[in-house]
């Protein structure tokens, strides 16, 4: 079981920035290293969309519209991944989710509740 939480949502200006963080909560004596973390959004009439994930301090993967401007990382102290954010247009506006699955499976999925982020002037 693994739960999780987001913040650092929010308005913003285009052209600015922001930083998402995603708490997580695990079992006892479960290493967050074994988990795929990843954040994911969601805008108004679209499906969800991956946005970026990272496992074992390895950057795995960025969609093609936030190369370059997004930043994906984790302290494995903390149990936390976090979404640097800069550059930020309104096409980036959504619900940003925090996900995490067990390295090597896709069936069972943890998510968060979300973080909205608006990019408006």
């Known amino acids: 079981q693994v739960q999780l939480v987001e913040s650092g949502g929010g308005l913003v200006q285009p052209g600015g920035s922001l930083r998402l963080s995603c708490a997580a909560t695990?079992?006892?004596?479960?290493?967050?290293?074994?988990?795929?973390m990843g954040w994911y959004r969601q805008a108004p009439g679209k499906q969800r969309e991956l946005v970026a994930t990272?496992?074992?301090?390895?950057?795995?993967n960025y969609t093609d519209s936030v190369k370059g401007r997004f930043t994906i990382s984790k302290d494995n102290a903390r149990n936390e991944v976090y979404l640097q954010m800069n550059s930020l247009k309104p096409e980036d506006s959504a619900v940003y989710y925090c996900?995490?699955?067990?390295?090597?499976?896709?069936?069972?999925?943890?998510w968060g509740q979300g973080t909205q982020v608006t990019v408006s002037s």
């Open positions: 990272i496992f074992a301090d390895i950057v795995t």
């Open positions: 695990l079992l006892p004596f479960t290493p967050f290293n074994i988990y795929v």
């Open positions: 996900n995490a699955r067990r390295a090597g499976q896709h069936k069972v999925q943890y």
